[in-house]
């Protein structure tokens, strides 16, 4: 397990790997830790007193139907296992964090535990082969890789997205909006309001208000997240909230005033972000994971900005009679685990449509 005094040798491994994303570090733990109300476990391969590999973990509490391990809880939260790139044999530590996972599933009685690997994870059939798991569920990662800044970055990002966006940009270009970001509270208000009239309008449950409180008390502005915002005429017509660690960005909130689409302030909005980001050193633009085909028209979004696929996998391993999960309606898995993957819920017997 992870003590206090190991945190920074804890970051320094997760940074010597630039494809590590934001949901590996230590301040994401934090939010997630006081967002859920779950008890993190982090468990660590040592070699000579020195962190080698990591698998964060978190526990959740139920007696009602019993307790459920996730790594880690919270929709997309896939950072996998992460192990010293010159260690020489990665593939033996992963296969012994895994079994310290299942161990500790084991000694803490869980009738569920998940395994989430992520996007970059090269080593799937070992997590086939070692996780001893009973349902597998997937998603696609979807991934950008940035150009490297240059004088030319503006044209190297036209030349690396789809030229339906690279139109769409420009027609922001041409809006005369102004683009920049800082953390202010009218900021803050006007990402989260939006936000919640943008999920409302596609029938989806928004991000709570919580959260974004909790990002801006456990986060560094400019270093961990910043806020992007357009604005047309001194009004604010769309947000973005991005999030970074290691060579990695993170979407994580857009948001976009209905009336001012016409605009295409998010496009905008991303094409400078990508900029800055690249300015900053920053190699790949991750936008989160995606479901086919009940989010056909995101993917498609997302595809055209020159983004790469990567399926990322749900190992999930159950312990013993879980017939009476099995019986729940997905509402009552949702309300009993908030946050957490319990099982895939094809599998419940009264075969309702995931809506995970």
């Known amino acids: 397990m992870l003590t206090k005094d190991r945190h920074e040798e804890y970051t320094r491994l997760l940074l010597r790997d630039d494809r590590t994303c934001f949901s590996s570090s230590l301040n994401f733990m934090r939010l997630l830790e006081r967002i859920t109300g779950a008890e993190p476990y982090y468990l660590i391969a040592l070699e000579d007193d020195k962190i080698i590999g990591a698998l964060p973990s978190f526990l959740k509490i139920n007696e009602k139907y019993g307790n459920v391990l996730n790594s880690l809880p919270w929709y997309g939260s896939n950072p996998g296992i992460t192990v010293d790139p010159d260690y020489p044999d990665r593939q033996q530590l992963k296969i012994t964090l895994l079994n310290a996972f299942n161990e500790l599933a084991q000694e803490k009685k869980v009738v569920t535990s ?161 900029k800055d980001a690249a300015e900053r050193g920053f190699y790949y633009w991750n936008w989160g994971g995606t479901t086919l085909p009940s989010q056909e028209g995101v993917y498609h979004f997302k595809k055209r900005w020159g983004s790469e696929e990567c399926v990322y996998n749900y190992f999930t391993r159950s312990y013993g009679d879980i017939s009476e999960l099995l019986d729940q309606k997905e509402e009552t898995i949702l309300k009993e685990y908030p946050y957490f993957y319990v099982l895939p819920f094809s599998e419940l017997n009264n075969k309702e449509k995931s809506k995970k």
Do not use: W
């Open 114 to 274: 998940t395994i989430i690997t992520r996007p970059f994870e090269l080593d799937l059939e070992l997590f086939k082969n070692y996780s001893k798991y009973n349902y597998i569920d997937s998603r696609i990662g979807m991934i950008t890789p940035l150009p490297k800044f240059s004088n030319n970055i503006d044209a190297d990002l036209m030349t690396m997205i789809h030229s339906k966006t690279r139109n769409l940009v420009r027609k922001g270009q041409k809006s005369g909006a102004r683009f920049y970001h800082n953390n202010s509270k009218s900021t803050i208000s006007f990402l989260v309001d939006t936000h919640s009239k943008n999920m409302k309008e596609v029938g989806a449950p928004p991000k709570d208000e919580t959260l974004f409180n909790e990002v801006t008390k456990i986060f560094s502005y400019d270093k961990d997240y910043r806020i992007y915002i357009v604005e047309l005429e001194g009004i604010k017509i769309a947000a973005l909230l991005l999030k970074y660690f290691s060579k990695t960005v993170d979407y994580f909130t857009p948001a976009i005033v209905a009336e001012y689409r016409c605009y295409q302030p998010l496009n905008l909005l991303i094409f400078n972000a990508m």
